[in-house]
């Protein structure tokens, strides 16, 4: 099924004012696409979520299943969540605590009311495909938080839905849980082929499990598309810094005209960057933009490149295959990733820089 | 004598005046209610185990104790129940719902529930003389509910308010209406809650005085406190043996109630519900 998000906003009125959760939020989610809401807490990703779900009610905009229209406010539309036919996992998973596991699977088919054969075949082979037929007699709080998450994985799957809907499912998961579960729904996921939207904070999830991803913030669509793009080709520094592990370095910078030529200049000395037309928005209007290096995209290197910083190791980190540098440059402090161990706290390092891996963003990553 | 062993000598002697001074006048309730010669403590008497009062409060025509006792049941049980049932709908709409002005319709309710009932007693017994029911059940049904309905709705309100809301909206997804997810989930999850809530209206108004006393006149609605109260002897003595041993029949539902669901209350307000 596709899902359409047209125009899209919610706001809610609290005793501290109006807040705009989410801001004129457009979307196509493709069918059987797996498709990843990304944002920091308070983004509206959640929100949105319910929104496509039916639990709230939107101010403006419209949300269509295929060519159905299920809530339109301008209308006066609005299909509550049981006329959706969607399945939601929640971060608290949300089991019911007095119901044992088969009852809890079975349940959304009780209330749809299917025959008795019917709902033992479908939670019998749900239970199956997530195996957990040996916990049927459990009550939730006799099961780990791994259980207890398929639990609320297979209750959402027993009766096909049209969509399936998960807020941060897999938050409450220690790490290596975590990894290996991330794999089995994007397994199982393929393997239906339900339409899929997934809500994360988690840019690894993101990057890992999503089709696409949309990137929030402030109630905001920030940048919509798929992991390469959004690693390769960010649009904004925001959407450079929150994708990407350890994140980009920004280095603020001047623009300085030449005859044809358009220049970026950082630090003190000098450095001069020759930046082509694809190398991000417009520029020209601006003086001050900021320049973006992935730490991958930095090495440390004794010949002089054509791009090359030097500074001072401030504080190294540990990360197993290599070191994760933090370097004082004179124009910033920059995250380096390095293969070479023998590096100390204090050494002088200089760095070449990749010039055909620089990003130009025209605004910080707090603003939009 | 070492610091550790003195505090626990305290802690245990401050812990047995206070059960001492608790139970005492159980315990003279009690004792009296087993002596033949209800002024035991004076010296000329002495203290003579019977089971004569005992005898006299179940078979005794005269004292009508087991009408009492079955219109207290009654009375009482049937106020929990609807008192409770009006309270968990309203608990559920003011914790799920958005109602306006909320908060001033809870603190309204406690600020009526503070009402003293002999300021309401008058009125109640005209009421219920122009409605003819005087000595009847509902004549203190309808006022043991109004009594405590305020009682149960801030325990139910409190108790429902900790049941996460994400089981609400599980259950609007798997396609529940608003009644359905009362029914099939905050109500099945909150049963020790309902079920302390209960015991609490049931034992308020098995122990309630004043109205009984107004709004009954004799064995057809008379509860157990008043009925006590009232017990006169063949020659308008009072009969302090008979008190004490109906008023010890009296307690036992109520300490039984407590003692046995005791341990279920307590589980099921620590009970988790969500994660762990």
Redesign the interface.
């Known amino acids: 099924m596709t899902l359409a998000i047209d125009h899209l906003s919610k706001r809610f009125t609290t005793l501290r004012g109006r807040i705009e959760a989410v801001h004129n939020v457009s979307l196509e989610v493709k069918a059987g696409e797996f498709f990843v809401l990304l944002g920091p807490s308070g983004c509206g990703k959640t929100t949105l979520l319910?929104l496509v779900?039916?639990?709230e009610k939107p101010t403006d905009g419209e949300i269509r299943f295929e060519d159905q229209i299920v809530a339109a406010p301008r209308k006066g539309v609005f299909h509550?969540?049981?006329q959706r036919n969607?399945?939601?996992v929640?971060?608290?998973?949300?089991?019911?605590?007095?119901l044992n596991v088969y009852d809890n699977i079975a349940?959304?088919l009780r209330?749809?009311r299917a025959g008795k054969g019917d709902i033992d075949r479908a939670v019998k082979s749900t239970a199956a495909m997530l195996d957990i037929e040996n916990l049927m007699d459990r009550k939730?709080?006799e099961l780990s938080?791994g259980q207890?998450q398929r639990v609320a994985i297979a209750?959402a799957l027993v009766r096909r839905p049209r969509l399936f809907l998960l807020d941060e499912p897999l938050s409450?998961l220690d790490a290596q849980l975590r990894s290996r579960t991330r794999l089995e729904l994007k397994n199982l996921q393929q393997q239906l082929g339900i339409t899929t939207l997934y809500v994360t904070h988690d840019q690894t999830e993101a990057m890992t499990l999503g089709n696409r991803i949309a990137l929030l913030k402030d109630g905001s669509l920030v940048q919509v598309g798929t992991p390469e793009d959004m690693y390769a080709r960010p649009q904004t520094a925001f959407a450079a810094t929150f994708i990407g592990s350890p994140p980009m370095n920004l280095i603020s910078a001047r623009i300085r005209q030449e005859g044809e030529r358009v220049f970026a200049v950082l630090g003190d000395p000098p450095t001069k960057i020759e930046l082509t037309k694809d190398m991000g928005p417009d520029r020209s209007s601006k003086r001050e933009i900021m320049v973006g290096i992935r730490p991958e995209h930095i090495h440390l290197s004794t010949e002089r490149s054509p791009l090359h910083l030097s500074g001072r190791v401030s504080a190294i980190e540990p990360l197993g295959r290599e070191l994760l540098l933090h370097v004082q440059t004179d124009c910033a402090a920059i995250l380096v990733l390095s293969a070479d161990k023998d590096l100390n706290v204090g050494d002088t390092v200089s760095l070449a820089v990749d010039p055909n891996r620089i990003h130009v963003f025209e605004s910080r990553p707090n603003e939009n | 004598m070492n610091e550790d062993a003195f505090k626990k000598a305290i802690i245990f002697t401050a812990a047995a005046a206070t059960i001492l001074f608790c139970l005492a006048p159980f315990g003279y309730m009690i004792l009296t209610g087993f002596s033949r010669y209800p002024d035991f403590f004076s010296p000329q008497t002495p203290w003579v185990a019977t089971l004569s009062n005992y005898r006299a409060v179940m078979f005794s025509e005269s004292l009508h104790f087991t009408a009492f006792l079955r219109n207290s049941i009654i009375v009482s049980a049937a106020s929990a129940v609807i008192s409770v049932f009006f309270a968990s709908l309203a608990a559920y709409a003011i914790t799920r719902l958005a109602l306006p002005g909320k908060l001033l319709f809870m603190f309204l309710i406690l600020a009526m529930s503070m009402f003293p009932p002999v300021s309401l007693v008058g009125y109640l017994f005209k009421l219920m003389t122009a409605l003819g029911w005087i000595n009847t059940y509902p004549a203190l049904i309808f006022p043991y509910v109004a009594w405590t309905l305020p009682l149960s709705l801030w325990i139910l309100v409190s108790y429902f308010s900790r049941i996460?809301r994400?089981?609400d909206?599980?259950g609007?997804?798997?396609?529940?209406?608003r009644l359905?997810i009362l029914f099939?989930?905050i109500f099945?999850?909150a049963?020790p809650g309902i079920f302390a809530t209960l015991l609490l209206a049931f034992i308020f108004a098995f122990n309630e005085f004043l109205f009984a006393l107004m709004l009954t006149t004799d064995r057809a609605a008379r509860t157990i406190p008043v009925g006590i109260a009232l017990f006169e002897g063949l020659h308008g003595q009072i009969p302090w043996g008979e008190i004490m041993a109906a008023a010890t029949l009296a307690t036992l539902p109520v300490v039984a109630l407590a003692l046995i669901f005791q341990r279920r209350i307590i589980q099921g307000l620590t009970?988790?519900?969500?994660?762990?």
């Open positions: 319910n779900a039916g639990l509550p969540p049981r969607v399945a939601m929640f971060q608290s998973y949300a089991l019911y605590p007095h349940f959304p209330v749809m939730p709080a938080g207890r209750r409450n | 996460p994400d089981l909206r599980a609007l997804i798997d396609g529940c209406s359905q099939k989930i099945p999850v049963a009970r988790g519900a969500v994660k762990g």
